[in-house]
């Protein structure tokens, strides 16, 4: 009788660990796999558009729902996607956007989008209502993200080219094992112009030893404390982390800025493979 129940409770021992084991095992895998991604590289899929909240006078956030609460974009950090619209002539245009949302934000996306008067995609944009949808294809772009990949960024934008700045930076600070600094250069026209000035300073106060943003006017209103002009030679010296093999400068904004800054960067000694321009 006494080796009957200590069989049993040997036995009983053992389907206890095993479910133990197994129930350790499905709860590592719930907290480790990622959750497929909406996007199709290959094909535009349709998303809605659940609400429109107008930031100025030609700039907008557009939040774009999902298939369920828990679903992601699925978009690598550092990449951008195809948007597809109609251009005021109902020719259909298509131009890359990147969200300012994470896939730590399920169940939608957002973009803010600045709206220029001539900009064909701009139409598109101005155009939606609520209730609409945006045709979206990707992921797409060359920089692919890894955590603590090099020591520092140094970040050069200008305009809408913050967008792919902030979303490596929320990246960065929202994951305590990321130790990389990141040291944002933003250049405007005016102070209106500045995107995402809120979530920017937001998170220079909440992080102040790994993020750092210097903004730069050409317009500047009266009593501006920050730069004057366009983005220099000094400001990078100053604002950037030095050429280093453990560093990157990281360049977005339009086609004259990306090509000035290149020059400088080259001159103060930054190698193309210390330099990325989205």
């Not at 990622?34 to 700039?59: A, I, M, W, Y």
């Not at 060359?142 to 929320?170: C, D, E, H, S, W």
């Not at 995402?196 to 220079?204: F, T």
């Not at 086609?255 to 493979?273: C, F, S, V």
Request: charged share 20%.
């Amino acid at each position: 009788m006494e080796l009957f129940q200590s069989h049993r409770a040997e036995m009983i021992s053992i389907a206890v660990a095993l479910v133990a084991i197994a129930a350790g095992t499905s709860y590592y895998y719930y907290l480790t796999k990622k959750p497929k991604g909406c996007l199709d590289p290959e094909s535009f899929k349709e998303f809605k558009l659940v609400k429109r909240t107008q930031l100025s006078h030609n700039v907008a956030k557009f939040r774009f729902s999902l298939p369920t609460p828990t679903s992601v974009l699925g978009l690598p950090i550092g990449q951008h996607m195809s948007c597809r619209g109609k251009d005021a002539l109902g020719e259909e245009v298509i131009k890359p956007y990147t969200p300012t949302t994470l896939d730590s934000d399920v169940g939608y996306f957002e973009l803010v989008i600045k709206m220029y008067p001539q900009g064909r995609m701009s139409h598109h944009f101005r155009e939606m209502s609520e209730g609409d949808y945006l045709a979206v294809k990707g992921p797409k772009g060359r920089f692919k993200y890894q955590p603590n990949q090099v020591r520092a960024f140094g970040m050069l934008a200008g305009g809408t080219g913050i967008t792919p700045m902030f979303q490596v930076t929320r990246a960065i600070l929202e994951d305590s094992d990321d130790k990389t600094n990141v040291h944002l250069i933003y250049a405007n026209v005016t102070h209106e112009d500045i995107l995402l000035k809120e979530e920017l300073d937001n998170l220079a106060t909440n992080f102040p030893n790994r993020f750092s943003v210097y903004y730069v006017l050409n317009q500047p209103p009266e009593g501006w404390d920050g730069g004057i002009g366009f983005v220099s030679k000094e400001m990078i010296q100053t604002l950037c982390p030095a050429p280093a093999p453990d560093i990157q400068i990281l360049r977005c904004g339009p086609p004259p800025m990306n090509k000035a800054m290149a020059a400088i960067l080259a001159d103060l000694g930054y190698t193309r493979e210390m330099q990325f321009q989205f």
